[in-house]
């Protein structure tokens, strides 16, 4: 992996991030419109070397105040998505898109950077910020779909606004961030894992998020369920079905199947695997997982999957939403 020193923000690659003595920062953020590449930041340093001067000072304003706070609280190295991956190789993206939970839980620090949020001072001599809940919450970072893991990977996770002032940490927001994402202050606390619930509960935790390519939305669950995929920018949902098709093969855990979606009574319906993480509610978690009569066997090539199923008359002006089965359409 590569990281910046926050003293003057130079490129150094490490076999790993256990490799790393006294550790490292790493930052979550929403991308601005013009990120500086990994490309951009070898130019400046091979530039700045020549002139003698500080890369650092050279940088975009994003890449200098996270180093300049990372180096306040004793860090000499950080992690930032944008330019410490070199996207123009495709084996060293893959690598990164399925190491990337790993990358930001071993950061001893992680800075989630909210652009769009301000602090409010308080106290008589203006000295200390605090928080406004609401400002918080509708910030735009909570509607991305790549800060999900980022937000549950570190055990450290401190806030920061638009001016880098500290506005609090993960662990004593935590049940504010519960109320916000679904995800329980138990998991972002660090006193249950993950992995404790079930497939459609943590689906849900992806909400209404976004990406901007469609198939992140694929692959920024990766680290959610263990699995590994290469990325294939262009495959569109395609990647979305490989992922599922990747859990049914090892799990039998069949609330993979406990989805939403509105049925407008034209045509037939068949389709087995959800078209988005999006269409998982909240409200799965209630949800009893579908009886498994028979359970896949490793040495078979091709899983096959046998089902109970109930079946359960709806009135005809109900709003026909289901996870798996049949339904009456006349």
């Known amino acids: 992996m590569w990281l910046l020193s926050t003293h003057r923000a130079e490129l150094r690659f490490f076999a790993s991030p256990e490799k790393v003595r006294d550790g490292y920062a790493a930052l979550s ?27 650092r000072d050279v940088v975009c304003q994003k890449i200098r105040r996270c180093c300049e706070l990372a180096e306040s609280h004793g860090y000499k190295w950080v992690w930032i998505d944008t330019c410490c991956i070199d996207k123009t190789s495709s084996a060293e993206l893959s690598e ?38 609401m400002t918080f919450v509708e910030s735009i970072w909570f509607q991305r779909g790549w800060t999900l893991q980022e937000l549950i990977a570190p055990r450290f996770f401190v806030f920061v606004s638009k001016s ?10 935590a ?6 994402t679904g995800i329980p202050a138990t998991v972002l606390r660090f006193q249950a894992s993950h992995t404790e619930f079930s497939v459609a509960q943590r689906m849900s935790w992806f909400g209404q998020r976004k990406t901007t390519r469609l198939e992140d939305e694929a692959y920024c669950l990766l680290w959610l369920f263990d699995i590994n995929l290469p990325p294939l920018y262009g495959e569109g949902r395609n990647a979305f079905l490989r992922l599922q098709e990747e859990l049914m093969k090892r799990s039998v855990d069949t609330t993979l199947f406990a989805w939403n979606f509105r049925y407008d009574g034209k045509g037939s319906f068949s389709r087995l695997f959800a078209p988005s993480p999006s269409v998982f509610p909240p409200t799965c978690i209630s949800y009893t997982p579908l009886r498994l009569i028979q359970q896949p066997h490793e040495s078979t090539p091709r899983v096959s999957w046998k089902f109970s199923l109930a079946m359960v008359q709806a009135p005809a002006a109900a709003d026909r939403r289901t996870g798996l089965g049949p339904r009456d359409t006349s």
């Open 175 to 180: 049940e504010l961030l519960e109320e916000r």
């Open 164 to 173: 880098w002032k500290v506005l609090g940490t993960k662990a004593d927001l």
């Open 29 to 55: 953020h929403v991308w601005d419109t013009k990120e500086q590449s990994f490309q951009d930041v070898r130019t400046i340093q091979e530039r700045c070397a020549r002139d003698g001067t500080n890369p």
């Open 96 to 133: 990164a898109i399925n190491s990337m939970f790993r990358y930001y839980a071993f950061a001893r620090i992680c800075y989630g950077y909210l652009r769009d949020v301000s602090p409010v001072l308080s106290g008589t001599r203006g000295l200390t910020y605090r928080l406004e809940s």
